[in-house]
Structure formats: structure tokens, C-alpha cells
């Protein structure tokens, strides 16, 4: 039972272009949700969150949109750089979950010069 | 000055053996995590501990037992291996469970059972 899913495993974009990562998800009662970038051989990193409240946050390079009627999210990077080639996480948590957050199974970006 | 590390950062072991893996913050937050990522790519809750207490426990085999020694510590033991055992694992640490307060990950454990 996927609650978060990340449809498209692989994402190529051309240095300076816009990338767009997507994220749906299926739990109404999910509160807020994140993004994580991870490199090969290390841990997630996080980059970017979103409460259910908002429809937009914003930090830099990076936007997160939330649509709540589609159960939708996506993040948008501009201009995209070879160094955000990695694999990104989105993730989502309910408030009284303490804590536990549900990941998708990631999308991998990769950036090219 | 790695925020959270854990050792080892491989583990080669055989079915049936017990092996932990160790996880130290030095944040000081009050919350860890391990998570499993498996072959899929799923990275999936197993415990959570705040302030060295147990609070999320997912559906997790009893072969595998967290220990909180203080709240900058979870290690994870975990009894008679299976081959599905075999996946990476992951601690994390957050001050607090609320809203906005992210979790930073270890590099993780990669744990192959032979």
C-alpha cells in the first residue's frame, strides 16, 4: 500500500532548464511533506518542506507546489545544475504520527552540461 | 564533526548470526530513527525513540531490537539473520516529532546476508 509514490523513476534535464520532480500521494490526513536529495553512498538530505496549509513554498532554486484536490506535489529547481543530479525522496507525515515520515520511492535526476 | 554516524558502514555476515549496528548524534536532539531501504528503494520507518523512549514500532520482526542507551544513541541488534534481512539501513535524529522539524540522516549501513 503506496500512500507516496514518485511515478517517474528518472529524470534528464539540460544544465540551466527547469526540472520538475513529482510526487502524488493517497492520504487525506497527511499534515505536511518534505523533499530529500540524496547522493550515492550517503544518507537523504533535506531540502525543501511544505505544510498541507500552503500551496507554495519557496528557498532559492527550489519551489515546492502543493495541489491538496489532486493529492499532488511537485518540486521545481531553476535553474537546474549538474550538481543537483541525484536521487530525490519526497515524503509525507501526519501531525499525530510522531514523527514517522512515508517516503515515495525516489526519482532520479540527472543534469546535464 | 559528521552530525549522525553510523557503524559500520558495511556488513558482510551469514544467515543465522546476530549482528547491531551502532547510530550516534551529536545534534543534540531528542528523537532517532532507523529506517530500511530495501531492494526496491523504499525507505520505510521501523522505530522511532524520543528522550530514549519508544514510540513508533513498525510491524518489525522481534529478531530486531532497538536500544537507546541515552538520546543521543539508538543502536539496532538484530538476531538469527534472514536473507531478507539484506538492505540498507538508515538512523536519523529531529529535535521533536512536530511539523518542520526534519530529520538529518546517517550515511547509512549496508547489510548483506550470505
Known amino acids: 500500500d503506496q500512500q507516496v509514490k514518485q511515478n517517474s523513476p528518472s529524470l534528464s534535464v539540460q544544465e540551466g532548464r527547469i526540472s520538475i520532480l513529482n510526487c502524488d500521494y493517497t492520504?487525506?490526513?497527511?499534515?505536511?511533506f518534505l523533499w530529500y536529495k540524496k547522493y550515492p553512498a550517503e544518507g537523504p538530505t533535506f531540502l525543501i518542506s511544505?505544510?498541507?496549509?500552503?500551496d507554495k513554498n519557496e528557498d532559492g532554486r527550489f519551489t515546492v507546489f502543493l495541489n491538496k484536490s489532486a493529492k499532488h506535489l511537485s518540486l521545481h529547481i531553476v535553474p537546474s545544475q549538474p550538481g543537483d543530479s541525484a536521487v530525490y525522496f519526497c515524503?509525507?507525515?501526519?501531525?499525530?504520527?510522531?514523527?514517522?515520515?512515508?517516503f515515495g520511492q525516489g526519482t532520479e535526476l540527472s543534469v546535464k552540461p | 564533526d559528521t552530525a549522525v554516524s553510523q557503524t559500520p558502514k558495511y556488513l558482510v555476515t551469514q544467515m543465522g548470526n546476530d549482528k547491531s549496528i551502532k547510530c550516534e548524534q551529536n545534534l543534540g536532539h531528542d528523537t532517532m530513527y532507523w529506517y530500511k531501504q530495501d531492494s526496491k528503494k523504499f525507505l520505510k520507518i521501523m522505530f522511532s525513540y524520543n528522550n530514549k523512549e519508544l514510540i513508533i514500532n513498525e510491524t518489525v520482526p522481534n529478531r530486531f531490537s532497538p536500544k537507546s542507551p541515552d538520546k543521543a544513541h539508538l543502536n539496532l541488534h538484530i538476531n538469527s539473520l534472514e536473507l531478507g534481512d539484506s538492505a540498507v539501513y538508515f538512523c536519523a535524529s529531529s529535535q521533536g516529532t512536530g511539523m518542520f522539524q526534519p530529520q538529518h540522516f546517517g550515511d547509512g549501513t549496508r547489510l548483506s546476508i550470505l
Open positions: 511544505i505544510s498541507s496549509i500552503k
Open positions: 492520504n487525506s490526513m497527511f499534515d505536511y
Open positions: 515524503a509525507a507525515s501526519a501531525i499525530d504520527q510522531g514523527g514517522k515520515l512515508i
